[in-house]
């Protein structure tokens, strides 16, 4: 886009007369989860001036034709319809009920009016497939759950797609991660709108943390997406898993397809969403975490045993990805282990280090600067696993870790 079209863009985005960003509309479908759709609905439907939290307008509008028939086989029926999305300056859209099938042409069309408007365009979880699919997330940064991340990047290589945030806030479009995530994302929005006093009183109001911290990285196990399981990398993929322990970079695996490594790359990234480098040092993190929980290894002995050059380079990615030290996480998680053992491990709260003040954030990049095909954003490599020829790692859109936990915001 043009310096000068990208210019009448932003000026048209200026809040429309009639839209005011207390009044929110909520975008519902028939086949939505209940408890998604309730999120937004409990937060700005519900009057609490009384806690000291300042009032907001609800519009809970039908995107289709209803009775709309959701978790359970329940029926709702909303008060109103896609034409009340004009009066809103802020439109939430929660999960979509499937993220293989399109949304009403209608209810995109809104959605873009609404946003050429100056609305606030907001995509809870796998609402974020609502709000690509109009075309709002193309250029920029978006997540989603971290389940169907490579999913929404393969189908939308244009969006910038972050697995890692609980939500990320690009202005006037923000989505979030899974179910509670959409909390985080409203509280944001509360504390965005009327300060952090007022969405302390909500969250206390809702027992929940007014903010939490860390991402999403705890949550992600070793899945890839199930196109992966008749292509022919998923030889490599399975051996890669096998030999963890083992010291081998991406070039390896490039040379086990019979590919080179650019081609690597990018079937890669076209199958699973993510580029190769950033998820070997994922599943190397992962299996250290895995060790950490269930063995008595050293930090530096559990290094070595998930393909870490050193300790160094073990410490980085760990903090990097679950927000503490190897080592902090180890002593948390026992501490909060069930007694008599057997039980499902737990993931422990652990407060990461803030970056200090005047530190990098992440940035949104342009869409010039985007490589082709989907992508997942992904963190800065560390120590001596920066990249195979001593480069930094393929980041073409972060240069550090933001500077509020579990959240991204707008530059």
């Known amino acids: 886009m043009s310096q000068d079209s990208a210019a009448a863009t932003e000026a048209v985005r200026k ?23 309730s999120i937004p609905l409990s937060v700005f439907g519900i009057d609490r001036q009384d806690a000291g939290v300042p009032r907001y307008r609800l519009l ?22 896609l034409e ?15 993220i293989t099938s399109p949304p009403p042409a209608e209810a995109l069309e809104a959605l873009r009016r609404a946003h050429e408007e100056g609305a606030r365009i907001v995509g809870l979880c796998t609402g974020a497939f609502v709000l690509a ?35 990320v806030d690009d202005g006037d479009v923000l989505t979030s991660a899974g179910t509670a995530a959409g909390i985080d994302l409203c509280l944001h929005i509360v504390r965005t709108d009327h300060g952090t006093e007022a969405a302390g009183a909500l969250a206390r109001r809702l027992v929940v943390p007014s903010r939490r911290s860390g991402g999403q990285e705890r949550y992600l196990d070793r899945s890839l997406p199930e196109e992966i399981g008749s292509d022919p990398l998923a030889e490599v993929v399975a051996w890669a898993l096998e030999h963890l322990h083992e010291q081998f970079d991406v070039e390896t695996l490039a040379a086990r ?18 580029a190769p480098l950033q998820w070997l040092i ?34 980085g990615h760990f903090r990097r990805q679950l927000g503490a030290s190897p080592a902090a996480y180890r002593a948390a998680y026992r501490a909060r282990r069930p007694q008599g053992g057997g039980a499902e491990p737990v993931a422990p709260v652990i407060e990461p280090v803030v970056p200090a003040q005047g530190s990098a954030s992440i940035r949104r990049a342009t869409a010039t600067a985007a490589p082709p095909g989907p992508h997942v954003i992904t963190s800065p490599t560390a120590g001596p696993v920066q ?4 480069k930094p790692g393929p980041d073409a859109y972060t240069t550090g870790r933001p500077t509020l936990p579990g959240q991204r915001s707008a530059p």
């Open 257 to 274: 397809a019979y590919m080179s490594r650019r081609t690597f790359d990018r079937r890669f990234r076209s199958l699973t969403g993510s």
């Open 282 to 315: 994922t599943q190397r993190v992962l299996q250290a975490q895995r060790l950490l929980e269930t063995s008595e290894y050293s930090v530096d002995e559990v290094a070595g045993r998930c393909g870490f050059r050193s300790p160094v380079a073990l410490r």
């Open 133 to 167: 699919a109009a075309g709002l997330l193309d250029g920029r940064p978006a997540t989603t759950h971290w389940m169907y991340a490579p999913t929404l990047a393969k189908r939308y290589p244009s969006v910038h797609v972050d697995p890692r945030e609980l939500f």
């Open 84 to 98: 009340a999305i004009s009066r809103a300056g802020t439109v939430v859209v929660p999960a979509w009920r499937s």
């Open 387 to 390: 990249s195979e020829q001593g």
């Open 60 to 81: 809970v509008c039908g995107g289709e034709e209803g009775p709309l028939r959701t978790t359970g086989g329940l029926e709702l029926t909303a008060p109103y319809g």
């Open 15 to 37: 809040l429309s007369g009639r839209r005011r960003r207390e009044v929110v509309a909520v975008l519902l479908f028939s086949g939505g989860p209940i408890f998604e759709s």
